[in-house]
């Protein structure tokens, strides 16, 4: 469990870390509608997403090296990063501490009966969530791959690990296994299984705990959810916040969403950011709305069809619903589409040309 918790916190805690405390720095608009503490929230599902997009972009272009390459190739862009990023460390860090001396106001302020109100209300979620902790850690996630998207997926990230590039082909055919898949591979889920096998001493490879990280991808996302969803009902009442968590909860769905290997959770997660942002978009109408529109909507393109369709959509958005003027909301739709090429979309361009033509239109 020891590397498993290793390739979590560099992955989808450290590396979300970086670039959320990367995208504070453009968030500086005094009049800004959403606080650097919900971007760096958004941006915790950035991570894993972001990480694959380079590798994909580096087996794409650089075929067929060493796996130490590709793991190097990766660190590197997060160090480049970290640097541009270090201010948003200390406006982070700042900004924690005003938030927990606001907080700790707050708790001196109130009667008794209140902060026995507030103890209850947070020993209850924490209860809640670290009892779901405890059982998906030690019994969950100790089962082998199973279900539909994790075989594919799996089955896919394999292949890229092994072959170290990104086959574009009408079907998919390795000869060691038997595996067979028609159409078009949306890559990034995959991509996490072959960059934790990167990660992985070799001989781990060969151990049946071997992609204990990519097992965690839906249940982490689906955690994410829980929060934003948990965020917005809070601003407008805690128990509202509480109802709402209870109700996600209590469907059949949602828990075997976050219990099952599945892919619905990760694209899920980005379909809804992108959408937030949609709202930003139009509501704000500035730039780093815009921007973070365009990455989030790529993401989920890069994740599942029904991304790039969102996508469409959110630049239709865009240019009906947006108050400026014509020729404003053309500039601005190109440019989304440009964004979203760029963050994943690419893909089905590549499939279109060089796949298995009509392959980039199927679901999976």
């Known amino acids: ?25 453009f968030n500086t608009n005094q009049n ?14 950035l991570g894993p997403v972001f990480t694959v997009l380079v590798l994909y972009y580096l087996l794409l272009v650089i075929p067929r090296q060493s796996h130490f390459f590709y793991a190097a190739g990766i660190f590197l862009v997060y160090g480049l990063i970290c640097i ?3 201010r948003g460390f200390r406006i982070l860090g700042r900004q924690l501490t005003e938030w927990f001396k606001s907080a700790a106001g707050a708790w001196r302020n109130m009667g008794s009966s209140e902060k026995i109100k507030q103890a209850a209300y947070w020993i209850f979620v924490f209860l809640l969530l670290g009892s779901f902790l405890f059982l998906y850690l030690g019994n969950t996630l100790q089962t082998p791959l199973e279900h539909h998207d994790a075989l ?20 998919v055919l390795p000869a060691e296994n038997g595996f067979i898949h028609i159409g078009s591979q949306k890559p990034s889920f995959s991509l996490l299984l072959t960059w934790e096998m990167m990660l992985n001493p070799e001989h781990i490879n060969q151990k049946k705990d ?29 128990y509202l916040a509480l109802l709402g968590l209870l109700v996600l909860l209590s469907g059949l769905g949602f828990v075997s969403m976050l ?16 959408w937030i942002f949609l709202a930003y978009t139009i509501k704000k109408k500035d730039r780093f709305s815009l921007f ?3 990455m989030f909507s790529g993401f989920a393109a890069f994740t599942h069809l029904i991304g790039l369709a969102a996508a469409f959509l959110n630049c239709l958005a865009v240019l009906i619903f947006d108050e400026s003027g014509i020729k404003t909301r053309i500039l601005k739709t190109a440019a989304l589409g440009v964004l979203i090429l760029v ?9 279109a040309l060089y796949g298995s033509v009509s392959g980039f239109l199927t679901y999976f």
Request: charged letters at 15%.
């Open 292 to 294: 973070l529109l365009g």
């Open 343 to 351: 963050f994943g979309n690419i893909h089905y361009l590549m499939e």
């Open 152 to 171: 594919v997926y799996g089955n896919l990230g394999k292949l890229y690990y092994q072959q170290k590039e990104i086959p574009y082909a009408r079907a």
């Open 259 to 274: 219990v099952n290997y599945h892919l619905d959770s990760f694209r899920i997660f980005l379909l809804l950011i992108s």
């Open 210 to 238: 071997f992609d204990m990280y990519f097992r965690s991808t839906s249940a982490y996302y689906g955690l994410l959810i829980i929060a934003i969803q948990f965020l917005w009902f809070y601003r407008k009442n805690r």
């Open 84 to 86: 541009f990023s270090f």
């Open 32 to 45: 800004s509608t959403y606080s650097n503490l919900e971007l760096m929230l958004y941006s915790l599902g």
């Open 1 to 25: 469990m020891g590397l498993f918790y290793l390739k979590f916190f560099l992955t989808s805690i450290l590396f979300s870390l970086v670039l959320g405390t990367a995208l504070m720095r």
